[in-house]
């Protein structure tokens, strides 16, 4: 019933290959849950699973759930061997992963600097700064964390597989990136009533020091440099999500080199006009992200395939003759690329129920649906 | 998608149509007709599947109307504050209003996945609307987050802008009577917590379930949950104090939802409450105890003006237990976006009973997983013997995963091997 079995999943889709976008083939090379086989034997087996970790996210009874390590048995983690277990996984991860590390240990590095700097000189505005840094830095961990953690295989607990953390580090960063155009507006407005035109200098420091490390970050990651993506795989989403992150620090930070250059030139309202700028244009930015993860998390039919083929399907099945009714057709994405559905149909006594399977999922998965799960009910 | 009206198909030989009677929402409900036990469709008893919220929900409105009571007063006290920050001329007391205009929008944020989460479910959104809910809880927690950030921030400028604008006097008075706007509104949105979903949990979740009790020919079914309802008839009634429910009513509720606590629980009694109600009395919360941490701050200053750092960790303190307390929430939060099995079912021994069953060779693909905090769905593929009959194998299983735990919609793919 399920073909595609290709349980080496490629993380690296081969650069530029936009002339897939057309295509649903992309569709079947994904990450499928490892199907056991059915025994032969009429002995009831209770349970056929091949795989049983213990769940990677384990429910303790503490209130904070710590990850555990490889080792089973061993419960309490200290701090050092957590720390070295993220290393380590970081260290094995793929090309992004590593980037992603090295970003957010320069920008760690680079907020603590400024902190202290800020503490110590008495001015708010590093301190600002660097609260400001420390905050997009917990976010781009916490993606750098989802993607570590999404090659784990499905386990009990977690039976679709720990894929859909990132859609919802992806998601967010997508809600810091709108929580950030709305603080600016409002930095902007406050500017505006204020009417102080305080020549920060020493701001332009620190901002300029942003500004590198973020274009660093755009670069590395610079094949998601768009507003506007085809989403294949989770791992673009996430990928998709933190290259905006950076991209928009940079534009605030432009933003600010632009707005202090612009008040030594002697242009009224030059904050105002530029931080409103860089509002808007984030918030533009951000919007189809945070609309295709919202999407995803809220269980929407899968937006690479159009309604109108459901109900072409869905008549398709019910044209058959020994089908009645085909009811109860829902749909949903699990992450980019993977989608999963359940339907029911209602047929005539004394059908052999192989037939009518194979020709649903055959249907279903030419339109790009993985898993299907379809009820036969007899009259 | 057609969706399955409940009317019987002419088809039918014998149609027996039973009007449910309960108090409040004979509206809502159509009536149903009795299936016979090899009925035409498995898949959904009740009227409308269940999928959206019934447009007369008393736990829906109850909580919407909540929701609006703490709005109001919140805009009161807002302006309040803001007219008598301008007059005092302070920027503490204008700092507090604006602290208070966000707990207003994170009570917007709350009635408005409320209300979202009424809409019927369509083509495009086949499962109805209840994530929003999940999502807007999950939005309600990272403005906590923010804001215990903003407060620590803010802390820090306090400390570096030591030119004796700080009047500790002003922090206290200010905080003080956050704190107890704070504890007014904790109390509205919390208090009636048991009162509310005590039977909105029952009638919301459980009416299918109930209307099954009472149409199932086992006799054995009737007895059992008989005897559970007188069992935990009185157990009830202690843990709702304000009950001003018509005790036929609460009849019909607690019985429904004792069945699914007796089952599956033992001694945990834990109701549900209402994901976004919830998110907001944690803001409020919150918001309290960031109160009592200012005013100690406040206080401390007030009595000794050298000793500034103690706001600052006074700050830090409490913006931490401020951020522990929304940890439970964001972990069952995080559970249900990924899809993950719901903590309150027991796979095991789903698995275990699956597999006991005549006919049934073995299960795999299964698949539970929870739309929002309550409600569950169940898929799987079970293989079944050659010989055995695939329609009774299928009403065997979906009978024992709705009895015995309570999921009501679950998909079951029956193979032959």
């Known amino acids: 019933m399920q073909e595609k079995k290709d349980a080496t999943f490629s993380y690296q889709f081969p650069d530029g290959d936009r002339r897939l976008a057309f295509s649903r083939q992309s569709s079947f090379r994904h990450w499928d849950p490892p199907l056991p086989s059915p025994s032969p034997s009429p002995s009831p087996s209770p349970l056929l699973r091949s795989h049983s970790f213990k769940p990677y996210l384990a429910r303790s009874d503490s209130t904070v759930g710590m990850p555990l390590l490889e080792k089973p048995g061993q419960k309490d983690a200290t701090w050092v061997a957590l720390i070295l277990a993220a290393v380590r996984g970081v260290a094995n991860g793929s090309r992004p992963m590593k980037r992603l590390a090295l970003m957010i240990s320069l920008n760690v590095a680079y907020s603590m600097i400024e902190l202290l700097l800020g503490l110590f000189t008495g001015r708010v505005g590093l301190v600002s700064d660097a609260f400001h840094l420390t905050f997009g830095c917990g976010i781009l961990t916490f993606s750098l964390f989802a993607m570590g953690i999404s090659r784990k295989k499905p386990d009990e607990t977690y039976t679709y597989g720990y894929k859909r953390l990132e859609v919802l580090a992806a998601f967010t960063n997508a809600l810091f990136l709108l929580f950030l155009s709305f603080s600016l507006a409002v930095e902007a407005l406050h500017a505006f009533m204020q009417d102080e035109s305080e020549h920060k200098h020493y701001l332009i420091v620190s901002a300029v020091t942003n500004l590198l490390v973020n274009l660093l970050g755009v670069w590395f990651f610079r094949s998601y440099a768009r507003v506007n993506i085809v989403y294949w795989k989770p791992e673009d989403m996430n990928y998709h999500s933190v290259c905006l992150h950076v991209l928009a620090d940079s534009i605030r930070s432009a933003g600010l080199i632009l707005a202090s250059w612009f008040l030594t030139l002697g242009v009224e309202n030059a904050e105002v006009l530029c931080l409103g700028i860089v509002s808007v244009a984030v918030f533009m930015l951000v919007l189809p992200l945070f609309k295709a993860t919202g999407s995803i998390l809220l269980q929407i039919a899968p937006s690479n395939i159009h309604p109108s083929a459901f109900n072409k399907c869905s008549r398709q099945i019910a044209s058959l003759e020994e089908v009645l009714e085909v009811s109860q057709a829902r749909f949903w994405e699990l992450v980019p690329g993977y989608s999963i559905g359940s339907l029911s149909v209602q047929v005539k006594k004394g059908v052999h129920e192989d037939r009518i399977l194979q020709h649903v999922n055959g249907l279903y998965n030419d339109l790009g649906i993985q898993d299907l799960t379809v009820q036969i009910d007899y009259k | ?417």
């Open chain 2, 1 to 417: 998608m057609e969706r399955h009206n409940s009317p019987a198909s002419a088809s039918h030989s014998q149609v027996i149509e039973v009007n449910i009677d309960i108090d409040r929402d004979a509206s809502s409900f159509p009536p149903i007709s009795n299936p016979s036990p090899t009925s035409n469709n498995k898949a959904c008893r009740g009227g409308t599947c269940d999928l959206s919220y019934s447009k007369d929900s008393p736990e829906r409105w109850d909580s919407m109307r909540k929701l609006v009571i703490a709005v109001v007063l919140c805009i009161v006290f807002m302006t309040v504050e803001v007219i008598g920050g301008i007059k005092a001329n302070s920027l503490a007391i204008l700092t507090d209003a604006a602290h208070l205009l966000s707990d207003v929008a994170a009570f917007m944020i709350s009635l408005f996945s409320l209300w979202a989460a009424g809409w019927e479910a369509n083509p495009r959104q086949s499962y109805g609307f209840f994530r929003i809910e999940i999502l807007g809880a999950l939005v309600s927690i990272q403005m906590i987050w923010l804001l215990a950030g903003i407060l620590v921030y803010e802390a820090i400028v306090r400390l570096i802008h030591d030119n004796g604008e700080v009047k500790g006097f002003l922090m206290f008075a200010v905080s003080a009577f956050g704190l107890v706007v704070n504890i007014i509104m904790a109390l509205l949105l919390g208090h009636d917590h048991g009162h509310g979903h005590g039977h909105g949990h029952g009638h919301g979740h459980d009416h299918g379930h109930g209307h099954e009790h009472t149409h199932d020919h086992g006799h054995n079914h009737e007895h059992e949950h008989m005897h559970s309802h007188g069992h935990e008839h009185q157990h009830e009634d202690q843990d709702h104090e304000a009950n001003t429910i018509p005790t036929k009513h609460q009849h019909d509720h607690s019985h429904s939802n004792d069945m699914k606590e007796s089952l599956i629980k033992k001694g945990n009694k834990k109701p549900k409450r209402n994901i976004n109600v919830h998110s907001a009395y944690l803001h409020v919360l919150g918001d309290s105890i960031q109160s009592v941490g200012v005013m100690v701050g406040g206080a401390v200053i007030w009595y000794k003006p050298e000793w500034k750092i103690i706001d600052l960790i006074c700050t830090l303190i409490f913006s931490v237990i401020v951020l522990l307390t929304t940890i439970k929430m964001l972990r069952n939060i995080l559970e249900v976006l990924m899809e993950s099995t719901p903590r309150e079912i027991d796979t095991t021994q789903l698995e275990k009973g699956l597999c006991a069953m005549n006919g049934v060779v073995a299960i795999h693909e299964l698949h539970i997983w929870a739309i929002t905090v309550g409600k569950v769905l169940l898929s799987c593929h079970v293989i079944i013997a050659p010989d055995a009959d695939a329609d009774r194998v299928l009403d065997e299983v979906l009978g024992y995963i709705r009895r015995d735990f309570n999921i009501s919609h679950a998909t079951i793919q029956i193979e032959r091997h």
